[in-house]
């Protein structure tokens, strides 16, 4: 691995090419701009420059300059964005172009001849490949059902490609799957917020200088986030105070005024005692819970809500439902009104009580705040402490700077994610920043901001696509079984009750065998898949257990728009820089092949890569907002977030999507993402308000870490985005090897020295790596970099250690639930 040269590249194709779409793309407004003039000689020619952007799932969303000289692609740098805060780079967008010509690249169609996993594959053409799997499929729609072919992708590019096997899925009806990545900020969030939006919870990065104290809490941008640690020390220099939340010592800790360490997996008891002190002091925000939150929403005894027909008056009918046409009916929740000493609809409340209700026509209520109240009572900061590891002083400190220098930005993204129970932390963290006002604000935000604000971009439309006629295609499979459960579902033939075949499976923009919990299960259900189609530039782990591989284009040799980052508040746009290398087509192009060859070749919005973004761009928000495809094309970054191109504040109106319109801060109903097979078992009671519910493995007092004492944390590569950019040598020279960080505490009770071999295994499976002594990481704790693959282990697969099981309630691999042991094998060097 590693080797940065391409094999069987046909030099004079990408020349004409280039030389193509030079005239091309000035007739489009994309003329490559010259740069070095002055200095050029009549020998030396200079380099055209493209417009690139960077789509990887690290979601910085940086705008690159693409330096082609002689018909290659030399170099890529940063390219200067309308506002040039955010015009950044890092070590991945400077080695671009390896990627683009590695010797791991797939040149052409090919199939399988020996055993799956083996990685011997034949030369075949795209007539051969398209037409094996569309015969598979067509057989099995015949004899199974449209369902029984799937289409599993993820964010591999958060450019088109994602959308576009979508758009497959719905026209033929196949069952769409993802595996799952980064779910409980949503199962906790959709409730609170309301709908998609949530994925933009945070502020632009830009109105970080605003915040007081910045809590990076689960969150390590020095790694994870580059560009958005650019502005955390910004803010720093400014004077605001950076706290940081996290069992490691990470990379981020050492920027922070205040490291506080905790035990893995208590995150949501340390939020609900920092809330208890916060109420204790009278710190919360009382007129933003009255007045954007349901906190005075009155509860019934057995624990649903007061409505106004509970107090006699007769619902009414509300506008239909426009999806299902079914009329709504509206019976307002009660809340308590100060004022006019009564209970009233919460829209005829002047001052909404939010504690202490006497009794509403015999009934006996409490309200929403009044429940969280209870609940934080027993999280106590000597009772959190124990829990939780940070001393009880630090618990009280914490809550003081909450409450008395805000504005607050507490920044998560995934990190306490991955483990089970994690929404709890979320929406305890939620709870937290809400109840103090911080959301909405400038300087103050609370969660996650992985995402463009909902609407701006035709997801919904391209994900159900109309035909020339104006007609829905049937759209993917109503239902969407879990990757967890892929051997159940073999095994029995049926999910939910319903028979389920599985025949064939197509992975695209996504290496599950790199990147998912649980492989040896997931290599299990791999191969009793009758057909395994996998659609990559690269040869990926994944690819090598493919029947068919489908060779796609690099990110420079199709035009795209990158929309989705936490970074930048700006679309990018993807100039065309070359014709795909080799036999490579775009991902748009081969669905279009795939739809053709099933008989389904009446949809527009396939015909071409332009029809395409056309297609993503057609949204009144974004007519609104003046974005057109041809004035990206033009201008190559627009500021979209904000329709008037002021700085972005996620819920600056206080519009939520819930059915109130207010911050949820009870569940009459849980939300549940996932219910597995075997039924719920959900505890609806503790589900509606903040808890605590300790992880499986993870949590130091399980069972599992009496048998296997190590809690196993996997950490990003600096170096790499997942499993992307491992063929780029320079890159592995700076990580040459996935190794094992251990507390040299721990090492020395185990005999264990820098560099050493060392095993860590548990009943799942076992890994072996060389080990290195990081004072940073708590004791019985390890950390391994994830996004290494087979080949770069001394022996086994970091994945073997993970379950793959998620926790009855988010649809979510735990990659850092995970209990292990650990012991010596060899002597390092
Ligand atoms: N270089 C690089 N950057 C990436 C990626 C990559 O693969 N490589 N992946 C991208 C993607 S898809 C994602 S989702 C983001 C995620 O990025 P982040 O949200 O930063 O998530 P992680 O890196 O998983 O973990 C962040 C921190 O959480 C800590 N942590 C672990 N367990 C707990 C816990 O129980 N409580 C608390 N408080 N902290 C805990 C970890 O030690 C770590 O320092 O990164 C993106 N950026
Ligand atoms: N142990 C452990 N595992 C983890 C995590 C962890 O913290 N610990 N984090 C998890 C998280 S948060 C995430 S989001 C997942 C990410 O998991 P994946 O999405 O599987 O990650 P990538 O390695 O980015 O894989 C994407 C694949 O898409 C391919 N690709 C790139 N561009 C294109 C394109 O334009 N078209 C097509 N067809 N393919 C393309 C790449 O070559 C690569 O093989 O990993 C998860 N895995
Ligand atoms: S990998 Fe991420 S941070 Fe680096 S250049 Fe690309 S988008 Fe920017
Ligand atoms: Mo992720």
Same mark, same amino acid.
């Given at each position: 691995m590693g080797e940065s040269t391409s094999r069987g590249f046909t030099r004079r194709n990408f020349i004409k090419g280039a030389a193509l779409l030079t005239a091309t793309g000035a007739l489009a407004g994309c003329a490559p701009q010259t740069e070095g003039m002055q200095e050029a000689t009549t020998e030396v020619k200079p380099d055209e420059i493209y417009c690139g952007s960077c789509r990887g799932a690290c979601m910085q969303g940086c705008q690159l300059n693409v330096h082609v000289r002689d018909g290659r692609v030399v170099r890529t740098s940063a390219r200067e964005l309308p506002d040039s805060r955010y015009t950044r780079i890092c070590s991945k967008g400077l080695t671009q172009p390896f990627r683009m010509y590695s010797s791991e690249r797939l040149q052409y169609p090919m199939k399988r001849v020996g055993e799956r996993g083996e990685g011997k594959f034949e030369r075949i053409s795209w007539d051969e490949a398209i037409q094996t799997i569309t015969d598979n499929w067509k057989k099995n729609i015949e004899e199974f059902g449209p369902a029984s072919n799937v289409k599993c992708t993820n964010g591999g590019n958060l450019g088109a490609p994602t959308f576009v096997w979508s758009t497959l899925a719905a026209i033929l009806g196949m069952t769409s799957v993802g595996t799952d990545f980064d779910a409980a900020w949503s199962t906790a969030g959709t409730p609170m917020l309301g709908g998609p939006d949530m994925f933009?919870?945070?502020?632009?990065?830009?109105?970080?200088?605003?915040?007081?104290?910045?809590?990076?809490?689960?969150?390590?941008?020095?790694?994870?986030?580059?560009?958005?640690?650019?502005?955390?020390?910004?803010?720093?220099?400014?004077?605001?105070?950076?706290?940081?939340?996290?069992?490691?010592?990470?990379?981020?800790?050492?920027?922070?005024?205040?490291?506080?360490?905790?035990?893995?997996?208590?995150?949501?008891?340390?939020?609900?005692?920092?809330?208890?002190?916060?109420?204790?002091?009278?710190?919360?925000?009382?007129?933003?819970?009255?007045?954007?939150?349901?906190?005075?929403?009155?509860?019934?005894?057995?624990?649903?809500?007061?409505?106004?027909?509970?107090?006699?008056?007769?619902?009414?009918?509300?506008?239909?439902?426009?999806?299902?046409?079914?009329?709504?009916?509206?019976?307002?929740?009660?809340?308590?009104?100060?004022?006019?000493?009564?209970?009233?609809a919460y829209a005829e409340a002047k001052n909404p009580k939010l504690s202490k209700i006497p009794q509403v026509e015999?009934?006996?209520?409490?309200?929403?705040?009044?429940?969280?109240?209870?609940?934080?009572?027993?999280?106590?900061?000597?009772?959190?402490?124990?829990?939780?590891?940070?001393?009880?002083?630090?618990?009280?400190?914490?809550?003081?700077?909450?409450?008395?220098?805000?504005?607050?930005?507490?920044?998560?993204?995934?990190?306490?994610?991955?483990?089970?129970?994690?929404?709890?932390?979320?929406?305890?963290?939620?709870?937290?920043?809400?109840?103090?006002?911080?959301?909405?604000?400038?300087?103050?935000?609370?969660?996650?901001?992985?995402?463009?604000?909902y609407g701006l971009y035709n997801v919904v439309g391209v994900s159900m696509p109309k035909d020339a006629d104006g007609n829905y295609c049937q759209g993917t499979s109503p239902l969407s079984p879990p990757v967890s459960e892929f051997n159940e579902i073999f095994d029995t033939g049926e999910y939910q009750g319903?028979?389920?075949?599985?025949?064939?499976?197509?992975?695209?923009?996504?290496?599950?065998?790199?990147?998912?919990?649980?492989?040896?299960?997931?290599?299990?259900?791999?191969?009793?898949? %009758?057909?395994?189609? +996998? !659609?990559?530039?690269?040869? *990926?782990?994944?690819?090598?257990? =493919?029947?068919?591989?489908?060779? &796609? #284009?690099?990110?420079?040799?199709?035009?795209?728009?990158?929309?989705?980052?936490?970074?930048?508040?700006?679309?990018?746009?993807?100039?065309?820089?070359?014709?795909?290398?080799?036999?490579?087509?775009?991902?748009?192009?081969?669905?279009?092949?795939?739809?053709?060859?099933?008989?389904?070749?009446?949809?527009?919005?396939?015909?071409?890569?332009?029809?395409?973004?056309q297609a993503i761009f057609d949204t009144d928000a974004l007519r609104q907002s003046g974005i057109t495809l041809d004035k990206l094309k033009q201008e190559k970054a627009?500021?979209?977030?904000?329709?008037?191109?002021?700085?972005?504040?996620?819920?600056?109106?206080?519009?939520?999507?819930?059915?109130?319109?207010?911050?949820?801060?009870?569940? %009459?109903?849980?939300? +549940? !993402?996932?219910?597995?097979? *075997?039924?719920?078992?959900?505890? =609806?009671?503790?589900?509606?308000? &903040? #808890?605590?519910?300790?992880?499986?493995?993870?949590?130091?007092?399980?069972?599992?870490?009496?048998?296997?004492?190590?809690?196993?944390?996997?950490?990003?590569?600096?170096?790499?985005?997942h499993t992307q950019w491992q063929d780029v040598g320079y890159l592995n020279e700076l990580y040459p090897e996935p190794v094992c960080k251990i507390n040299p505490e721990d090492a020395s009770e185990l005999g264990i020295v820098e560099g050493d071999t060392v095993r860590l295994f548990n009943d799942r499976g076992s890994v072996v790596m060389r080990a290195v002594l990081h004072a940073g990481a708590p004791r019985k704790t390890v950390t391994v970099p994830r996004g290494f693959e087979m080949d770069e282990f001394i022996e086994g697969h970091f994945g073997n250690l993970s379950m793959h099981e998620y926790d009855g309630i988010s649809r979510n691999q735990v990659f850092l639930d995970c209990a292990i042991d650990i012991e010596k094998i060899e002597e390092g060097e």
């Open positions: 933009r919870a945070q502020n632009e990065n830009a109105d970080l200088l605003n915040s007081k104290t910045i809590v990076a809490w689960g969150f390590n941008p020095v790694i994870s986030h580059v560009q958005t640690m650019h502005f955390i020390n910004e803010a720093r220099e400014n004077g605001t105070k950076f706290i940081v939340i996290d069992p490691v010592f990470s990379p981020t800790a050492q920027f922070a005024d205040w490291f506080i360490p905790i035990n893995a997996g208590t995150d949501a008891a340390l939020a609900m005692s920092v809330l208890n002190v916060v109420v204790e002091n009278g710190w919360h925000n009382e007129e933003f819970l009255k007045a954007h939150t349901e906190a005075p929403f009155l509860i019934k005894e057995d624990g649903t809500f007061l409505r106004m027909s509970d107090l006699g008056v007769e619902p009414t009918e509300g506008d239909p439902n426009p999806l299902t046409g079914e009329p709504t009916i509206i019976d307002p929740n009660v809340v308590w009104d100060e004022d006019a000493q009564q209970a009233v015999g009934f006996t209520v409490k309200t929403e705040w009044e429940v969280i109240v209870e609940r934080i009572a027993e999280y106590g900061p000597d009772a959190a402490s124990e829990i939780t590891g940070v001393p009880a002083d630090d618990i009280r400190e914490l809550a003081r700077v909450y409450g008395e220098e805000g504005p607050v930005n507490t920044y998560n993204i995934y990190g306490f994610n991955h483990y089970f129970n994690a929404h709890q932390a979320y929406r305890a963290v939620n709870t937290l920043g809400f109840a103090l006002g911080y959301i909405g604000v400038q300087g103050g935000a609370t969660g996650s901001g992985n995402g463009e604000p319903q028979p389920f075949p599985l025949k064939s499976i197509v992975f695209a923009v996504i290496n599950p065998l790199g990147t998912n919990t649980g492989r040896e299960y997931m290599l299990e259900w791999i191969n009793k898949f %009758e057909l395994v189609v +996998v !659609a990559d530039m690269v040869m *990926s782990e994944t690819a090598k257990y =493919a029947d068919i591989l489908l060779p &796609v #284009a690099y990110w420079f040799e199709v035009e795209d728009a990158l929309w989705q980052s936490t970074n930048s508040p700006f679309v990018l746009w993807q100039d065309k820089v070359c014709d795909p290398l080799y036999e490579s087509k775009s991902d748009r192009e081969m669905v279009k092949m795939l739809v053709d060859a099933m008989g389904y070749s009446n949809f527009p919005l396939l015909e071409s890569d332009d029809a395409y973004q627009l500021r979209h977030w904000t329709a008037d191109g002021s700085e972005f504040i996620a819920y600056k109106n206080y519009t939520f999507g819930t059915s109130s319109g207010l911050i949820s801060l009870y569940q %009459e109903e849980p939300y +549940v !993402a996932y219910v597995p097979n *075997s039924g719920s078992n959900v505890d =609806a009671e503790r589900e509606r308000s &903040v #808890a605590w519910t300790p992880p499986k493995e993870a949590w130091i007092n399980s069972e599992a870490r009496k048998t296997f004492p190590f809690h196993c944390i996997s950490e990003r590569p600096r170096t790499r985005t």
